[in-house]
């Protein structure tokens, strides 16, 4: 899942709700020494990435890929399951989402201090253009795959992937919707 998903799904506090994201970042990280939500927040955010990566959806759609661009369907898909969460938001909870995207957004700011150098700068600009919102639409989804793109290291056939996405994406919407509560009751019971 991509931080909104790992945002929406975390315990609920801030600490925890940092170390959702933190999941990515923690190469530098003595996650030992972190505080308890904080590390709960990992674990968390871990223990999602597993279950989604196994789920019979997400394999599903990742098949719905060319050969040529099915090593990178796991990120993109990261991508789009926060376009199709932002675009199903009241199905999965009853709280707003401009709040809840504005609400986090604040925490992530005023928690700094528990966060990599690398998450750090990777939040202020996710804060600052507003990443979360920009994912309503299918287009800025397409140029946020495209920077991911273009950081891979070695030669790929990543960018461009939108092109790809959208023929199936109906139907890549459709796996979303029968895993995504799947992954949300699994996501409650992680203790």
Do not use: C
């Amino acid at each position: 899942m991509n931080h909104l998903a790992h945002l929406f799904l975390a315990p609920d506090s801030p600490e925890a709700r940092v170390g959702s994201i933190l999941g990515d970042f923690t190469r530098s990280i003595d996650v030992a020494a972190l505080p308890d939500p904080v590390r709960l927040g990992v674990r968390h955010h871990l223990a999602v990435d597993s279950y989604t990566d196994k789920h019979p959806n997400v394999l599903a759609s990742k098949r719905l890929f060319s050969g040529a661009r099915r090593r990178f369907a796991g990120v993109a898909l990261d991508i789009l399951y926060d376009h199709f969460l932002l675009r199903h938001w009241y199905e999965f909870t009853d709280a707003d989402q401009d709040m809840f995207i504005n609400s986090v957004y604040a925490e992530l700011m005023d928690n700094e201090n528990l966060m990599s150098p690398d998450m750090s700068r990777t939040t202020r600009h996710m804060v600052s253009h507003d990443w979360f919102g920009s994912y309503r639409d299918l287009d800025n989804v397409g140029y946020a795959l495209d920077r991911v793109a273009a950081r891979i290291r070695f030669r790929n056939s990543f960018a461009g992937i939108i092109d790809e996405i959208r023929p199936i994406h109906s139907e890549l919407e459709e796996h979303f919707l029968s895993f995504f509560p799947d992954l949300q009751k699994f996501a409650g019971e992680i203790e």
